[in-house]
Structure formats: structure tokens, C-alpha cells
């Protein structure tokens, strides 16, 4: 029931073609950001992050400006503390490599700042943070360095991320 309210309460913001050329762009910035490197790491948060890890890795891999180490993040977005987070694969380490974290929200930064802290933990070159929407309603200290869209939203609004191919969508619900 909720579900069918849900989906009448939908309105669509970005949709298709346009969600797709977000990406591309964002993907352009990524071979700007990173030219001349040999290897990035990039690492999906589960579920959404990793799918939109995953379409960018393989848009990438397109173009092949480097190598690239894929890994996805599980943490409990709601428990962040109490539960361990964990890379799939386990890398070998991430000292001194160029890290992407990728999700596809970034509201609150919570996730977010929870991932970065965890990849800190070792001595990385770098950690650059990717996200498909902004939606600007900080309460922890992390940005995003590459957004697809920016949006200004109230706190009881929901931004639902769909990239399953040929229905590409983003909604406010």
C-alpha cells in the first residue's frame, strides 16, 4: 500500500537520456581529475553507490585512461557504528592509492563520512567523493567533489535514484 502511494506521489526530475549524460559528465571530470594516473580505486557504497560505481567503471574501462581497482563498501547506513564495514573484495591495501567513494544520494553526509573515515584509516594518496544528487542538508562536514545534480529539497522529502537501464530516472517522492 505504501508502495502505491509512493510511486503517485512521484514526481520525476531527471529521466533517460538526460540521467545518462550526468553521468557521462561526471565521467569526464573523473578523467580530467585523475589524467596522467596509472591506477584509481574506486569504491561503490552498497547498494545504490555500488550500482552507480559499477555503471561509471564500466564507462571508464570504455575510454581505458587507467586501470582500475573496483571494490564496494557495506556499512549500515543507520548504524554506522555498531556494525563493521566491510570492502568486497578485502584489497591488499589502500595505502597510497587514488580512491573515488561513490554513492548515489548525499544528504545528510552521514554515509558518506562514515565510508571516508573508514577508508582514512590507512595513508591514501587521495580520496575524491562522488555522488548522482546533492541535496545540500549537511549535518556532518563531507562534500561532494563531483555531483550529477544538485537539488534543494525539504528534510521530508525523499530523492529515489533509479538506474536499472533503459528506465533511468531520478524522482522526488
Same mark, same amino acid.
Given at each position: 500500500? %505504501? ?8 514526481t520525476v526530475?531527471? +529521466? %533517460?537520456k538526460? =540521467?545518462? +549524460?550526468?553521468i /557521462?559528465?561526471?565521467v569526464h571530470?573523473?578523467? $580530467?581529475e585523475f589524467?596522467g594516473e596509472?591506477? =584509481?580505486?574506486?569504491? %561503490? ?5 555500488? +550500482?552507480?560505481?559499477g555503471?561509471?567503471?564500466?564507462k571508464?574501462?570504455e575510454?581505458?585512461? #587507467? $586501470?582500475? $581497482?573496483?571494490?564496494e563498501l557495506?556499512l ?6 555498531d &556494525?563493521p564495514?566491510? *570492502?568486497?573484495p578485502i584489497? /591488499?591495501?589502500?595505502?597510497?592509492k ?6 548515489d544520494?548525499l544528504?545528510s553526509?552521514?554515509?558518506?563520512? &562514515?565510508?571516508?573515515?573508514f577508508i582514512? %584509516?590507512e595513508? =591514501?594518496k587521495s580520496?575524491?567523493?562522488?555522488c548522482?544528487? !546533492?541535496?545540500?542538508?549537511?549535518? #556532518?562536514?563531507?562534500?561532494? !567533489?563531483?555531483?550529477g *545534480?544538485s537539488?534543494s529539497?525539504?528534510?521530508? $522529502?525523499?530523492i529515489l535514484?533509479d538506474l536499472?537501464?533503459?528506465k /533511468?530516472?531520478i524522482?522526488l /517522492?
Amino acid at each position: 500500500m %505504501g508502495k502505491t502511494k509512493n510511486m503517485a506521489n512521484r514526481t520525476v526530475i531527471l +529521466q %533517460g537520456k538526460k =540521467v545518462e +549524460q550526468k553521468i /557521462e559528465r561526471m565521467v569526464h571530470q573523473l578523467i $580530467e581529475e585523475f589524467y596522467g594516473e596509472k591506477m =584509481v580505486t574506486i569504491i %561503490g557504497i552498497k547498494n545504490k553507490g555500488a +550500482q552507480l560505481s559499477g555503471i561509471i567503471k564500466a564507462k571508464l574501462d570504455e575510454i581505458n585512461p #587507467f $586501470e582500475i $581497482e573496483y571494490l564496494e563498501l557495506k556499512l549500515d547506513k543507520d548504524n554506522c557504528l555498531d &556494525y563493521p564495514i566491510v *570492502l568486497d573484495p578485502i584489497p /591488499e591495501t589502500l595505502a597510497n592509492k587514488r580512491v573515488i567513494l561513490i554513492d548515489d544520494v548525499l544528504n545528510s553526509g552521514r554515509t558518506m563520512i &562514515y565510508a571516508a573515515r573508514f577508508i582514512l %584509516g590507512e595513508p =591514501v594518496k587521495s580520496l575524491t567523493t562522488l555522488c548522482m544528487v !546533492d541535496r545540500i542538508h549537511r549535518r #556532518f562536514p563531507i562534500k561532494a !567533489d563531483i555531483v550529477g *545534480l544538485s537539488l534543494s529539497t525539504t528534510l521530508q $522529502e525523499h530523492i529515489l535514484v533509479d538506474l536499472k537501464k533503459g528506465k /533511468e530516472a531520478i524522482y522526488l /517522492e
